[in-house]
């Protein structure tokens, strides 16, 4: 059983740059494939960002590509999404997930049928 906590959400102007953090435990995360997912009310969840297990791969929602960047750290079981230019439509809840896949899929890269672990999610609020 792996346990995903969150940190780094809030309220920010458009424009602006937040961190999310997402730490797990108590067993490594390093196998899996790490990610970033989000929703707001009414509508899906959807994929924003992932990483492989080595950190050497990474996918991005189109929306967010050039202004979302994913990172990991394996030795402290923690994986980041620096977020920058933010947009009103980036206003979501921000989930972290891991997947037990070995590799990206050839869509999006991570689904949300496949996911195997959920953390509590995040609020990001972008106002205009």
């Known amino acids: 059983q792996v346990q995903l906590v969150e940190s780094g959400g809030g309220l920010v102007q458009a424009g602006d740059s937040l961190r999310l953090t997402c730490t797990a435990s108590?067993?490594?995360?390093?196998?899996?494939?790490m990610g970033w997912f989000r929703q707001t009310p009414g509508k899906e969840r959807e994929f924003v960002a992932g990483?492989?297990?080595?950190?050497?791969?990474?996918r991005y929602v189109d929306s967010v590509k050039g202004r979302f960047t994913i990172s990991r750290d394996n030795a402290k079981n923690t994986v980041y999404l620096q977020m920058n230019s933010l947009k009103s439509e980036d206003t979501a809840v921000y989930y972290c997930?891991?997947?037990?896949?070995?590799?990206?899929?050839?869509?999006?890269?991570?689904?949300?049928?496949?996911?195997?672990?959920w953390g509590q999610g995040t609020q990001v609020t972008v106002s205009s």
């Open positions: 990483i492989n297990s080595s950190g050497g791969g990474t």
């Open positions: 997930a891991a997947d037990r896949a070995p590799r990206f899929t050839p869509t999006q890269g991570m689904d949300v049928s496949s996911i195997d672990y």
């Open positions: 108590p067993r490594s995360f390093s196998p899996y494939l």
